[in-house]
């Protein structure tokens, strides 16, 4: 059809805009025309020459190259045969982290003018306008080009309403009154607009991102899709039996039932595998009671968050005319916060698996969020689990040979009254997860301590301070993660002040209040045929659970 060359172009041009944002992405850009010998008008020109391709460039290409065979595939639920391999002697390795390459001495020794943070200012980088309704508009300008992006933000989610997963999955596969969902995908795509509806435990969002020429018109459509979208039932029928193939995926996938045995590990009946809608109420459901739930969302009080180059007044404007407020908008449900369990000593659940590797992951609570510990936190998990630098993974992976992946995260809560979490995860041999397990809660119990480490973590992270601007499109969701927090924006810049009095003992006073000797959630995926589970066993209590205590029936 006419419009479609017209609308992939666009795509692509949107795509580029949206990519050129990022430093890296213009770097890349840039590489990528340098090693493939390609002039630098001739790479920056690309959409240029797409503009001029017809369709009949297209059939000639597609008639040349995509001729001839194809290649099919199928699956086998099966268990393939796996040779045992004698677990060799590796001897721990000293590892200096003061060690330094002649090349990277040279290049740290290089002066460098020290680059002057930049934070977040209120008066120029957003402003917040404030409904009567009790709706807020957060408007970020968007200075590089002429993308935007749009949400409206709905704090009601799976804890209220168990269906809401299925309603926005079917939303994704419905039109509305003058398109059919497939047309419905084809207005969008001519509109250069990408259109989604998501939920989460506790919050809903629904996002428009695209063109600000096409703003109005994709908003207008984003709208009359969420408050009146149509279906049938053979589309709910077909998207039911995706979900029930997608569940008894899951209940194979080694990563899938990890994470369902953290979860309920952690929270018990509360675990969001355990809270979905189960098969029969699903298999029960009919479109107009699913859809019904997105149709509500609107009716809740919300926030609007608006990135892009169309001044306030005129975002104002379109969405008054669009979206006008009523004055009986109802209260969100009040927030639900998960907590872990607390067990009295260490406690290990187990899911038998035939598989090579085994899936472990370390957690316990760490009291709630708290204003003061925001820093302590980041130099910890800078000093402990620091990527590849961090003790984590040198300790575990590097010099014991341990596992083949190897993280850990003291995750502070997202708001006041969350709670804090420390979290610790190994991929490792099955057969060497006793050991695995042990070096990991040795490390989080009794913390290394290396000066010249704490010396290097202190450079890198006055570095990213320095560095590390909020870009335009992040300021919003920064600005609003620090009003549920309770501090003033923009914290960092007090935090970069302190950064100049911290040191080990930060660190390690830290480590000593909120995370050594706690007793630890572990949940370990693997074959016990290649585990030594006496062994397990001297860690804590140790229990087997089966696919039913994991999964929702």
Known sequence: ESWVLPAIVTDFKKNQKAGLESDFARVDTMRSS??????????????????????????????????GGYISGRRLDEQQEVPSIEKPQIDAVAIDPTRQSEFAKQILAMHVDPIEPVFVDPET????????????????????NDLFSFSIIVEFGTFEDNTIGVSTALLDKSGTKKFSAEDLKKEWY???????????????????????????????????????????????????????????????????????????????????????????????????????????????????VYTGSLPLNEVERIVAKLHPLPDDLKDPPPYRFLRSREPAS?????????????????????????????????????????????IVFQELREARALAYSAGALYHVGTRIDDENLMIGAIGCQAD??????????????????????????????DNDYRTSKIGFRGVIGAVRAWEKWGVEPDPREKEFEALKNANLDTVLAFHKERV???????????DKNRIDMNALSEFGTVSEVSVADLFVD
């Open 34 to 67: 340098f090693i493939s010998f390609t002039d630098w008008d001739t790479a920056a020109e690309e959409i240029a020459r797409m503009e001029k391709i017809k369709k009949k460039d297209i059939v000639r290409v597609a008639e040349k190259y995509f001729s």
């Open 125 to 144: 980088d957003y402003e917040v306008v404030e409904y009567p309704q009790g709706v807020k508009l957060y408007y970020a300008p968007n200075p590089l």
């Open 190 to 304: 001519k509109l250069g607009t990408d259109a989604a509806v998501n939920a989460g435990d506790n919050e809903s969002y629904i996002r428009i991102s695209g063109l600000d020429e096409n703003f109005e018109k994709s908003l207008s459509l984003l709208l009359e899709w969420v408050r009146d979208p149509k279906t049938d039932d053979e589309t709910l029928e077909t998207l039911k039996q995706i979900i029930m193939v997608s569940r008894e995926d899951e209940k194979k996938d080694p990563g899938s039932l990890s994470r369902a045995l953290s979860q309920y590990n952690r929270f018990g009946a509360e675990s969001s595998y355990l809270r979905r809608l189960p098969s029969a109420e699903l298999a029960s459901l009919t479109a107009d009671e699913v859809l019904g739930v997105v149709r509500d969302l609107l009716g809740y009080k919300h926030v609007i």
């Open 346 to 390: 260490t406690e290990l659940l187990f899911f038998d698996k035939e598989m090579a590797q085994a899936q472990v992951r370390l957690e316990y609570p760490s009291g709630e969020y708290d204003e003061s510990i925001r820093l302590p936190a980041s130099l910890y998990n800078s000093y402990f689990a620091g990527g590849m630098s961090g």
């Open 432 to 461: 060497k997860t006793p050991e695995a397990v042990a070096a990991f809660i040795d490390l989080m119990d009794n913390l290394p301590e290396s000066p010249e480490r704490m010396d290097e973590v202190l450079r890198s992270m």
């Open 516 to 526: 050594k000797g706690r007793p630890k959630l572990v949940s370990i995926v693997g």
